[in-house]
């Protein structure tokens, strides 16, 4: 494995271009990540939810642990319906949080997914 993050997040637009712009002051001082941490955020739960259902959380677990596959291997590992994970593969794939190796079959590159949201005031 790469020793890749992914983050994933539930903030404001407000808090985004914050980050935005403190990455980019660290930038300009020369501060940079000891590793890159690939992000997608999410203005809302709702949003979150229509693409982290629970089986693709099962989905993004079974391909990280059995690796490199197609998506009719995937099917049969997870005991569902072709079209029903490939279209979760491709609603992950359209996020980042899978992607096609150099053979053509799908892969989580990712050694860790770490999610977070701030609950209301």
Not at 63 to 89: E, F, P, Q, S
Request: charged residues 30%; glycine residues 6%.
């Amino acid at each position: 494995m790469s020793g890749r993050d992914f983050k994933i997040g539930i903030i404001s637009e407000e808090e985004f271009f914050q980050e935005i712009h403190e990455l980019a002051v660290q930038a300009d001082q020369g501060l940079f990540p000891e590793k890159p941490v690939e992000r997608v955020y999410f203005g809302d739960m709702k949003t979150f939810l229509e693409y982290i259902t629970p089986k693709r959380f099962t989905l993004l677990d079974t391909l990280h642990k059995a690796g490199a596959m197609t998506i009719y291997a995937l099917a049969k590992l997870l005991h569902r319906h072709y079209k029903n994970v490939h279209n979760d593969v491709k609603a992950l794939e359209s996020i980042g949080l899978v992607e096609k190796d150099e053979a053509g079959r799908y892969v989580v590159p990712w050694e860790e997914i770490t999610a977070s949201t701030r609950l209301a005031a």
